[in-house]
């Protein structure tokens, strides 16, 4: 029997990037959608933000559910597939100070510059990005 591809993806973890702009929209204006076991991440930005909505889809790659759209109330928003991480980082999140100790361990310097960058304290231009500085970001 084969495995639908959306299920088989549910047991492949999200790279550094990928966890970083996860937990990065978190802190930010991301939001869990959908009930425990069937746990996905909404992104949700306005529609000037374009370019960061696509910026954050290109990065997150097969865990998007589908490519940004126009939304009611002048957004642009898209969803990641339904992934168990979700759940374990829902926990983490269910009490916002409980659970600080654990997201500080888990934040690097890219999941900080996308939850400022969604809080509007700065614009992230990936493309500006030296290889360097890839790395940096991404540095325990």
């Not at 374990?88 to 400022?116: K, S």
Request: with cysteine.
């Amino acid at each position: 029997m084969v495995e639908h591809p959306r299920t088989a993806l549910q047991r492949v973890p999200p790279d550094p990037v990928q966890f970083q702009v996860i937990l990065g929209s978190l802190l930010g204006d991301g939001r869990f959608v959908g009930l425990p076991g069937q746990r996905r991440l909404r992104i949700a930005h306005r529609t000037e933000r374009r370019d960061y909505v696509f910026w954050k889809y290109e990065r997150l790659g097969m865990f998007s559910a589908g490519a940004p759209e126009d939304c009611e109330g002048g957004l642009v928003a898209f969803e990641t597939v339904i992934h168990p991480l979700f759940d374990d980082l829902a926990r983490i999140f269910a009490n916002p100070f409980a659970r600080h100790d654990v997201i500080e361990r888990l934040l690097r310097p890219l999941g900080l510059a996308v939850w400022l960058s969604d809080l509007g304290r700065l614009e992230l231009r990936a493309s500006e990005f030296l290889p360097a500085q890839r790395q940096l970001a991404l540095a325990s």
